[in-house]
């Protein structure tokens, strides 16, 4: 079954420390990746994708990710948290399906609170 | 133009009510999307649009009825809605239906009393 797990439902850390948002992802063929970010009461914002090029993405704000096929993970990273990175984070995949369309499933969200 | 404008941005409405969500993009994007989300939860597609036709719809009821009036607007029309349908609806627009990024609208607090 195709599917993405982050691995932590909140993370908190303090202003100035670096940042690791986990995600896992499961699906038979090489998927397209996706981070987004959430502000209370807002839409998405995509942060950085990954499809099938650079396996190490930057993204928008600071932040970065690395596909890494052999351990199926796209954890987020950033190296010095700000205050207003607070808010909710998606991993999603877009997964080829056998019937030949794309599915796009999201994870569950992470938390990511920042204290000063 | 990389934005995606959704009206209003809430609204409350009555069981017996009948109301409309707007989404408009201005961004050539040729597949537009409704999604809900409830708190705390990451957002559930409801509808995709693909050129203008209905593509996917998620098994939603029939309470909800969407439409495509051109390449650029979206409408999420809604009628006998329960207080379980309170949510935040988003639209989202991208390039192709295929493996590529969402435009994301800042969503309509919709709250049925």
């Known amino acids: 079954a195709q599917s993405v797990t982050q691995l932590d439902s909140h993370v908190s850390v303090s202003e100035g420390t670096p940042v690791l948002l986990r995600c896992n992802y499961s699906?038979?063929?090489?998927?397209?990746l996706f981070w987004y970010v959430q502000h209370p009461n807002k839409g998405l914002q995509l942060l950085l994708k990954y499809t099938s090029a650079a396996t190490l993405v930057k993204g928008i704000n600071g932040f970065e990710a690395e596909f890494k096929k052999s351990e199926t993970s796209f954890h987020l990273t950033k190296p010095s948290a700000h205050m207003s990175d607070a808010a909710e984070y998606f991993c999603?995949?877009?997964?080829?399906?056998?019937?030949?369309?794309?599915?796009?499933?999201f994870g569950a969200g992470t938390r990511l609170f920042v204290k000063a | 133009d990389t934005e995606v404008t959704q009206t209003p941005k809430h609204l409350v409405m009555g069981m017996t009510n009948k109301k409309s969500l707007k989404c408009e993009q201005h961004m050539g994007h040729r597949a537009m999307y409704w999604y809900k989300q409830k708190a705390k939860k990451p957002p559930e597609l409801m509808f995709v649009y693909s050129y203008e036709k209905l593509s996917i719809n998620e098994s939603v009821p029939s309470r909800f009825s969407p439409e495509c009036p051109n390449s650029s607007l979206l409408n999420l029309h809604l009628h006998a809605l329960q207080p379980e349908d309170s949510a935040l609806y988003l639209c989202a627009s991208s390039s192709r239906t295929e493996n590529t990024e969402a435009f994301f609208g800042q969503g309509t607090r919709l709250t049925v009393v």
């Open positions: 999603v995949v877009s997964v080829l399906q056998n019937t030949g369309g794309f599915k796009t499933i």
């Open positions: 699906s038979s063929y090489s998927p397209s």
